[in-house]
């Protein structure tokens, strides 16, 4: 069982850059596709990105396309999200979700959650 933890998120001003943390205590990381996740205040659960267990492939929301940079240390048990130039509507609490498939967008595929963290961005 993989139990996720996200760390990095706060307060940043638009321009800014953030790096999201996501750690898991499981055995079996490394058996697990990673993926980001973001809900705003009463709005669904949005895809950000995801990268397979490796990490030699990745895809990004269209939205942070060219922003935002998706790694993975399986020795560290760590998935990381790069967050550049950001912006007031990336404002959201991010999550990172295990799955088992490459690749889904859809929250209910992920196995495992962590309980996210709060990104804000603004002046």
């Known amino acids: 069982q993989e139990q996720l933890v996200e760390s990095g998120g706060g307060l940043v001003q638009p321009g800014g850059s953030l790096t999201l943390s996501c750690t898991s205590s499981g055995h079996s990381f490394s058996r697990y596709v990673m993926g980001w996740f973001r809900q705003a205040p009463g709005k669904e659960r949005d895809f950000v990105g995801t990268i397979s267990w490796g990490g030699r492939r990745k895809q990004l929301a269209d939205s942070v396309k060219g922003r935002f940079t998706i790694s993975r240390d399986n020795a560290k048990n760590t998935v990381y999200l790069q967050m550049n130039n950001l912006k007031p509507e990336d404002t959201a609490v991010y999550y990172c979700?295990?799955?088992?498939?490459?690749?889904?967008?859809?929250?209910?595929?992920?196995?495992?959650w962590g309980r996210g963290t709060q990104v804000s961005v603004s002046s």
């Open positions: 979700g295990a799955d088992q498939i490459w690749y889904s967008k859809v929250p209910t595929s992920y196995d495992y």
